[in-house]
């Protein structure tokens, strides 16, 4: 199995997201979780990421929290979309399983010294702090990392925070811009994908009729978290951003994308954190994200199903 260290901020996207790495053993090799601070503060997320492993039946996962603010800004945080817990709809238990010592930030780059150099894949589901900050003070691990699959950034969607910007880039695009300046392989899963996998009625009454407990909690997130894309745009269901970088992971088919120059945005007050995407080649600038555009949403969903139904 491919071995990964999972980032995020969950977030019921993210549960999701998780949900389908621990669905997927045989694939897919979870190392560790680390959170950081995004949809929610810190400690939230930290707690969120241990209720999700326990709901999924898997206790033993490593979960160790990073960074609890951008590297150079102040946190901007989106209990509009998530709730106040981040993680609102089920119930939420005070999880038993421990929150490792280690800083997530330390856990990334010993990881990354000790497993053989590109083996490592590093899986993004918030803002890249605790990517940016690890490449910052060990820049000898970014040789190492296999690959970066991430949830962020928008093209033809173009912005859900601001008019022109993605959550995850918009709070912390210094970390973003270390990230995809770092010359590493970079899949990108921007709004442009995610607002196509929608949790339409059927595909979460499929979630449901599982019948288990991360099944149903899997359900009950998406009832409160799809409230605010149906209310706000009238569409069809909540965009399941997340899970799209596990499921690319397990089967890449089903995505569809460019290799293009990306450059992050951070000094305009406008367009802060956009990922300017050079989708149609207009520019000399070198090519360094695979930047999807297409999936297939149908076959996304019964990958999740079937996985989350595993648990
Ligand atoms: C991203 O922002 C968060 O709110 C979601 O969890 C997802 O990672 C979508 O813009
Ligand atoms: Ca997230």
């Not at 360094?288 to 199903?305: E, I, K, P």
């Amino acid at each position: 199995p491919r071995k990964i260290i999972i980032d995020t901020d969950p977030g019921q996207d993210d549960a999701a997201a998780i949900f389908l790495a621990l669905g997927s053993p045989e694939e897919i090799d979870l190392l560790g979780i680390t959170t950081v601070a995004g949809n929610v503060p810190l400690a939230l997320t930290s707690k969120n990421a241990r209720i999700v492993c326990e709901w999924a039946g898997k206790p033993g996962t490593k979960v160790f929290a990073g960074c609890d603010a951008p590297l150079s800004r102040p946190l901007v945080t989106a209990e509009h979309v998530h709730g106040k817990t981040g993680l609102d709809g089920p119930d939420l238990h005070e999880p038993t399983m421990p929150l490792q010592e280690q800083h997530g930030v330390d856990f990334i780059v010993e990881t990354l010294r000790s497993e053989p150099a590109g083996t490592v894949t590093l899986c993004t589901l918030g803002p890249l702090t605790n990517i940016g900050k690890a490449f910052k003070i060990a820049p000898d691990i970014i040789d190492r990392v296999q690959e970066i699959v991430l949830m962020g950034g928008a093209y033809f969607e173009v912005g859900n925070i601001t008019p022109a910007a993605e959550f995850n880039i918009y709070v912390d695009p210094e970390a973003a811009q270390i990230v995809f300046r770092s010359g590493l392989p970079i899949i990108v899963m921007p709004l442009d994908v995610t607002h196509k996998v929608l949790t339409t009625g059927p595909r979460i009454q499929a979630l449901r009729d599982l019948g288990t407990t991360a099944g149903t909690a899997m359900a009950e997130m998406v009832d409160f978290f799809e409230r605010f894309d149906v209310e706000k745009y009238g569409s069809a269901g909540a965009p399941l951003h997340d899970p799209c970088v596990i499921a690319y992971l397990l089967k890449p088919e089903l995505f569809q994308g460019r290799h293009i120059n990306v450059e992050i945005e951070t000094t305009s007050d406008l367009t802060l954190g956009m990922t300017v995407a050079d989708w149609w080649g207009v520019s000399d600038r070198m090519p360094n994200a695979t930047f999807m555009g297409d999936v297939d949403a149908d076959g996304f969903f019964a990958l999740l199903t079937e996985r989350i139904g595993r648990l």
